[in-house]
């Protein structure tokens, strides 16, 4: 499995719900990532996952909560979001934690609205 | 913080022509990556760089790495309607890896 899943594939959420992106990899990689992309725009890094320990968090708001259950998983939990965060979010994972072997596998996305 | 630019944003080319995008650092980077995405797709790993100077070839791309690595560039040879999407160099200084802005190419056939 060369995969990273990404459920669900499309959200639309209101601005005083509560969702939670999933990531999914079988791969053994050992760093996770969490990005966000706006339309037109590179990925911006929000989270990284090394050997499940949050080691990186880019000054991301606090209604963004990360969590890394094992070592194959990776969840993003929403709260009180805003229409600007609405985004395509991007799970990633790599072998190790600077993704200097084989780059980073990206998921296809969650795609979130924000109404 | 590091920052790594990237030129053109746009480039439209009639199929057969080359292609070349270029990504500049302020900084000396570790490696560099390369990713491209087809639209409404994901990133998708290309290439890494990691030695100064460094040249390699995936049939019509060529990557290369400058002496100073501090900059880097993707060229590709004779495009196809199958080279759209946007192409993004990444790079890596002190365990950060910072995506450029991208170029997006359109091949008219």
């Known amino acids: 499995d060369t995969e990273v899943t990404q459920t669900p594939k499309h959200l639309v959420m209101g601005m005083t719900n509560k969702k939670s992106l999933k990531c999914e990899q079988h791969m053994g990689h050992r760093a996770m990532y969490w990005y966000k992309q706006k339309a037109k725009k590179p990925p911006e890094l929000m989270f990284v996952y090394s050997y499940e320990k949050l080691s990186i968090n880019e000054s991301v708001p606090s209604r963004f909560s990360p969590e890394c259950p094992n070592s194959s998983l990776l969840n993003l939990h929403l709260h009180a979001l805003q229409p600007e965060d609405s985004a395509l979010y991007l799970c990633?994972?790599?072998?190790?934690?600077?993704?200097?072997?084989?780059?980073?596998?990206f998921g296809s996305g969650t795609r979130l609205t924000v109404v | 913080g590091q920052q790594v630019m990237q030129i053109p944003q746009y480039q439209h080319v009639q199929e057969g022509e080359d292609f070349t995008t270029y990504c500049n650092s302020s900084?000396?980077?570790?490696?560099i990556q390369w990713y491209k995405q087809r639209p409404g797709g994901h990133p998708v790993f290309l290439i890494q760089l990691v030695k100064s100077g460094e040249v390699k070839k995936q049939k019509r791309l060529t990557f290369q790495f400058g002496e100073a690595k501090k900059n880097s560039s993707l060229h590709i040879t004779a495009t196809q309607t199958t080279d759209v999407g946007t192409y993004f160099c990444a790079g890596l200084e002190n365990n950060d890896m910072r995506f450029g802005a991208g170029t997006r190419l359109t091949v008219k056939p």
């Open positions: 900084t000396t980077l570790s490696n």
């Open positions: 990633a994972s790599s072998q190790e934690p600077t993704g200097t072997l084989y780059g980073y596998t």
